[in-house]
C-alpha cells in the first residue's frame, strides 16, 4: 500500500545537496521497546514535501501501540518509526509541486487512504479499507527528524501558530470529527464523558460551535479539576458549566424506589413503541437490567447537578472515556431524539447495550474514525483565529530523545497533552 504514494526510491539530487543529520527517529521494536535510532531518510517524491519535523503529539493510540506492540490486533514485525500527530518546515519539495515552498510551515495529515477501495469510492476515505496510516504497522510514522509525505497531506499553518500548537492539530481535527458526527449546533447542551485531551478539545469545538451548555464529567478528580479550569478564549470564562466526578456503577441490584427509578420501568415517557413484543413473565434479573437501574439513578443525579430536568436531558452526548458505564449513563440522559457518539476506545466489547432505551428515545447512536475532508483545515483555522486555545492542553514537553519517557508520561495519566520537541 504504501508503495502507491511513494514509488520512487532514489532520492532527488537536490535532497541528498542539503547533507541532512542522522533522521533520529523513536523506533518501536517490539511492545514496550523503543529505541531512538538513526533511519533511512524518506524519500522525497515528485508529488512531495520533505519536512523537519518541530513537534509531534503523543497520545491513546501510540500508547496503545506502545504497549500492545502493534495495533489492532496487527503486532509488529520489523522496526517501525512511531506517531502521527506533527507539523513541521519544509525543507525541499518535489518536481512537480506547484502549492509548496521551503520554509513553509505545515501539519501532518497522518492517514493517506488509498482512494481504490469501496470506502473511498464512496467519499469516505478515513474508512478506507486500506490506508497508510503513520506509525501504524507498515507506515512509517512522525516521530523522527525528518518526513516525507504527498504535499496535499500537508496545509499550511500560519506564523503566529507556534509549534508546540501546531502539533496538537491532529487531535482538534479529530475533535472537528466528532463536531460533524455528532452534528453539533448552537444552543445544544452537550455531555461530554471522559476529561482526558479528546474530551477537552470536543468541549473546547462545542463552544466554539455556540452550545448553550457544556457539561462534563470522568472518573479521576485532578482531571476533573483541570476540566474547571479550562478557560474559553472567547469569554474568559471556563468552558464547561458543570463539572464532576463519576464513579463506576454497581451491580448488586438497586433499592431505590425512593427516588423514583423503579426497575425495570418505562426508560421514556414516549413508552413501548408500536409493534414491540412485550414480555409480561417475570424474569430474572440480568446484570444488564441491574446496571441499567442504577445508570437512570446516575443518570437522575447528572441532570440535577448541571441543573437540567429529566424532559430536558442533553441534545448531544460525547461518550470520550471508553468505559461501559459512562456509555449507559451517556445513553440515559440523553433527550429523545439526542445524538449518542461513541468516541472512548474501552474494551473490546461490552455485555450491555440499552436496546430499548435506544429505540424509545429514537437516537441516533454513532461511531467516529479519525478524521474527514476538511477537519485539518477547520482546526488549522481554529487556532488561527483564536476561538480554540489549545496551549494550555500541553502539560508536559520531551526531547525527541526523551521520547520513552514521552510515552510512560501518557501512560501515567497524570499528563493531559504531551508534546516530543522533534529538533531537541
Ligand atoms: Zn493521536
Ligand atoms: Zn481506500
Redo the contacts with the bound molecule.
Keep these: 500500500m504504501s508503495a502507491f504514494h511513494f514509488p520512487e526510491k532514489t532520492q532527488p539530487p537536490h535532497v541528498a545537496a542539503l547533507n541532512l543529520p542522522p533522521n533520529t527517529s523513536c523506533v518501536l521494536l517490539k511492545k514496550q521497546t523503543i529505541s531512538v535510532e538513526p533511519c533511512p531518510l524518506p524519500i522525497l517524491q515528485p508529488d512531495g514535501v520533505l519536512v523537519k519535523v518541530m513537534a509531534t ?1 503523543i ?1 491513546g ?2 500508547l496503545h501501540n506502545y504497549l500492545a506492540g502493534g495495533v489492532g490486533g496487527r503486532p509488529v514485525t520489523e522496526p517501525l518509526v512511531m506517531g ?2 506533527s507539523a513541521g518546515e519544509v525543507i525541499a519539495v518535489g518536481d512537480r509541486v506547484m502549492t509548496h515552498k521551503v520554509g513553509d510551515r505545515v501539519a501532518v495529515e497522518p492517514g493517506l487512504p488509498c482512494r481504490r477501495c469501496i470506502n473511498c469510492k464512496s467519499g469516505r476515505m478515513n474508512i478506507c479499507l486500506d490506508q497508510h496510516y503513520c506509525g501504524a504497522p507498515g507506515s512509517v510514522g512522525s516521530l523522527s527528524r525528518f518526513f516525507a509525505l504527498p504535499a496535499d497531506m500537508a496545509p499550511h499553518i500560519p506564523a503566529h501558530v507556534s509549534w508546540d500548537e501546531a502539533g496538537c492539530i ?2 482538534l481535527a479529530i475533535g472537528v470529527q466528532i463536531g460533524k458526527r455528532a452534528d453539533l449546533r448552537a444552543h445544544q447542551t452537550v455531555a461530554i464523558f471522559g476529561c482526558g485531551p479528546i474530551g477537552l478539545i470536543a468541549g473546547a469545538v462545542a463552544h466554539a460551535y455556540s452550545a448553550r451548555r457544556i457539561i462534563a464529567c470522568d472518573i479521576n478528580p485532578a482531571r476533573v479539576e483541570f476540566a474547571r479550569k479550562y478557560i474559553s478564549p472567547l469569554t474568559g470564562k471556563p468552558i464547561f458549566d458543570h463539572v464532576f466526578v463519576n464513579k463506576a456503577l454497581p451491580s448488586t441490584p438497586v433499592k431505590v424506589e425512593a427516588a423514583g427509578h423503579k426497575q425495570g420501568a418505562d426508560p421514556t415517557p414516549a413508552g413501548i413503541a408500536d409493534g414491540e413484543i412485550v414480555e409480561a413473565d417475570e424474569h430474572e434479573e440480568s446484570l444488564g437490567d441491574i446496571k441499567w437501574a442504577h445508570a437512570e439513578v446516575a443518570a437522575a443525579r447528572f441532570l440535577e447537578e448541571a441543573g437540567l430536568s429529566a424532559e430536558m436531558g442533553v441534545d448531544r452526548v460525547i461518550e470520550a472515556s471508553g468505559a461501559e458505564d459512562c456509555g449507559l449513563i451517556g445513553v440515559a440522559i440523553a433527550k429523545q431524539g439526542a445524538t449518542y457518539l461513541a468516541v472512548g476506545l474501552g474494551h473490546m466489547q461490552t455485555n450491555i447495550f440499552p436496546t430499548i432505551a435506544v429505540t424509545c428515545k429514537e437516537l441516533d447512536v454513532k461511531g467516529i474514525t479519525r478524521y474527514t475532508a476538511s477537519c485539518f483545515p477547520s482546526a488549522i483555522d481554529m487556532l488561527a483565529r483564536g476561538v480554540v486555545d489549545i496551549k494550555p492542553l500541553i502539560t508536559k514537553k520531551y526531547t525527541l530523545a526523551e521520547s520513552r519517557d514521552a510515552f510512560e508520561a501518557v501512560r501515567s495519566g497524570r499528563e493531559i497533552k504531551v508534546i516530543v520537541k522533534n529538533q531537541e
Design positions: 503529539g497520545c493510540s501510540d502521527h500527530e491532529q487531535p
